[in-house]
């Protein structure tokens, strides 16, 4: 079984994960949990770090620490995982949905203003499958309305928009490492900043928020969250981050066999990377085009008869039962893809023969 993408653990994890449990040292407070803040930050080029038990509850954490709530609307691509945007109606707002670029799958910024309404306050970018947004028009419509930008890096860890690794060009960048993502922690989530006031506001509010007094008890003055996560996952972070670079490297190379072994197939569109981009191809994706052999469902049952895990693209959000009263923009490109796209086998120790295999089947 070659499956889609599974987690590539070979580091010091062992190593670290039984020193907590040897200091028993597991709880949601120790020397991991701050040193993985440290350098993931570090890592991202980010001002600071705040971890999380997840990545939606990053997304929710970000959305509370920028006050968005009831009555306000948040721009958000309708074809992303619905972890995007349930913590929009978490906080009580809206979700406005906006189409996607048929090239890169990612947020199109060019119909984003017209969906702006004197109730918006933020703008949700998709690095989806890896390819970065076009940030710097994002950032810069952003500013003209006075929007905050809330980046879903979930997805795109080790991805790079003109340099800048994504995640920290927004006024938030959250990233997620549940099992199938670039680096893992079981399950886990990190939201950054580059500014400071609001990094102190988040790890606030994910532990709470609570304040000391100096006799050791505490009392609260916020409404806060549990959103700790142990330090027996933030070991497992610090290692995975040690082979981070490589793991990058390693999924540039697949999308580069991929592309050698799939570059001449009729009616198979491939994944792109823009000039102003490094597109960490987190999960190999294709688009079944109306002249290949068969439709894009046939060639997953072929991929499922030979052993081969793959998936459809996500369903677009708007067409879910919660969300399809929600105001949204032309979703043309969006419904398209929806119906075309499949991600490849993409896990980090994927080997050129499986590779080779998953493009027999396209070939034919
Ligand atoms: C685009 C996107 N957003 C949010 C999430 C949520 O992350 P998690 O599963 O860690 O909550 C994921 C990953 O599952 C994702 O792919």
């Given at each position: 079984?070659?499956?889609?993408?599974?987690a590539e653990i070979k580091g010091n994890e062992?190593?670290y994960i039984?020193?907590?449990?040897?200091?028993?040292?597991?709880?949601?407070?120790?020397?991991f949990?701050?040193?993985f803040?440290?350098d993931f930050?570090?890592f991202?080029?980010?001002?600071?770090?705040?971890?999380?038990?997840?990545?939606?509850?990053?997304?929710?954490?970000?959305?509370?620490?920028?006050?968005?709530?009831?009555?306000?609307?948040?721009?958000?691509?309708?074809?992303?995982?619905?972890?995007?945007?349930?913590?929009?109606?978490?906080?009580?707002?809206?979700?406005?949905?906006?189409?996607?670029?048929?090239?890169?799958?990612?947020?199109?910024?060019?119909?984003?203003?017209?969906?702006?309404?004197?109730?918006?306050?933020?703008?949700?970018?998709?690095?989806?499958?890896?390819?970065?947004?076009?940030?710097?028009?994002?950032?810069?419509?952003?500013?003209?309305?006075?929007?905050?930008?809330?980046?879903?890096?979930?997805?795109?860890l080790?991805?790079?928009?003109?340099?800048?690794?994504?995640?920290?060009?927004?006024?938030?960048?959250?990233f997620?490492f549940?099992a199938?993502k670039l680096m893992t922690t079981g399950?886990g989530?990190?939201?950054?900043?580059?500014?400071?006031?609001?990094?102190?506001?988040?790890?606030?509010?994910?532990?709470?928020?609570?304040?000391?007094?100096?006799?050791?008890?505490?009392?609260?003055?916020?409404?806060?969250?549990?959103?700790?996560?142990?330090?027996?996952n933030a070991s497992m972070g610090c290692a995975q981050l040690e082979n981070l670079d490589e793991f990058?490297?390693?999924?540039?190379?697949?999308?580069?066999?991929?592309?050698?072994?799939?570059?001449?197939?009729?009616?198979?569109?491939?994944?792109?990377?823009?000039?102003?981009?490094?597109?960490?191809?987190?999960?190999?994706?294709?688009?079944?085009?109306?002249?290949?052999?068969?439709?894009?469902?046939?060639?997953?049952?072929?991929?499922?008869?030979?052993?081969?895990?793959?998936?459809?693209?996500?369903?677009?959000?708007?067409?879910?039962?919660?969300?399809?009263?929600?105001?949204?923009?032309?979703?043309?490109?969006?419904?398209?893809?929806?119906?075309?796209?499949?991600?490849?086998?993409?896990?980090v120790?994927?080997?050129?023969?499986?590779?080779?295999?998953?493009?027999?089947?396209?070939?034919?």
């Amino acid at each position: 079984m070659i499956p889609l993408c599974v987690a590539e653990i070979k580091g010091n994890e062992w190593k670290y994960i039984e020193e907590c449990l040897n200091n028993n040292a597991v709880g949601g407070i120790g020397s991991f949990v701050d040193r993985f803040e440290k350098d993931f930050k570090k890592f991202v080029g980010a001002n600071r770090g705040v971890v999380t038990p997840n990545g939606t509850s990053a997304l929710h954490l970000a959305l509370r620490v920028l006050g968005i709530k009831e009555g306000d609307e948040v721009i958000v691509p309708s074809l992303t995982y619905i972890a995007t945007v349930n913590p929009i109606k978490y906080v009580g707002a809206e979700p406005v949905f906006v189409d996607v670029c048929r090239d890169t799958f990612s947020m199109d910024v060019k119909k984003v203003e017209e969906l702006i309404t004197p109730r918006t306050k933020a703008i949700m970018p998709v690095h989806l499958y890896g390819h970065p947004v076009d940030m710097d028009s994002l950032m810069e419509l952003a500013s003209k309305y006075n929007l905050y930008v809330i980046e879903d890096a979930t997805e795109g860890l080790g991805s790079l928009y003109k340099g800048n690794s994504i995640g920290s060009i927004g006024h938030m960048g959250c990233f997620s490492f549940n099992a199938n993502k670039l680096m893992t922690t079981g399950g886990g989530g990190m939201l950054v900043t580059n500014d400071v006031e609001l990094g102190k506001k988040a790890k606030f509010l994910s532990t709470q928020a609570r304040v000391f007094h100096e006799n050791n008890g505490f009392s609260y003055t916020d409404i806060g969250y549990n959103f700790r996560l142990p330090n027996i996952n933030a070991s497992m972070g610090c290692a995975q981050l040690e082979n981070l670079d490589e793991f990058i490297l390693k999924k540039r190379e697949h999308r580069k066999y991929y592309d050698e072994f799939l570059k001449d197939v009729n009616g198979i569109t491939l994944p792109v990377e823009k000039e102003w981009a490094k597109n960490v191809f987190w999960l190999y994706s294709i688009v079944v085009e109306d002249d290949f052999r068969m439709s894009r469902d046939e060639l997953i049952k072929a991929f499922s008869e030979n052993d081969i895990e793959t998936r459809p693209f996500f369903e677009p959000v708007h067409e879910m039962i919660p969300y399809k009263n929600c105001r949204h923009g032309d979703l043309t490109v969006t419904e398209e893809l929806g119906k075309r796209g499949i991600n490849l086998p993409s896990s980090v120790g994927l080997k050129k023969e499986e590779i080779e295999k998953v493009c027999e089947i396209i070939i034919g």
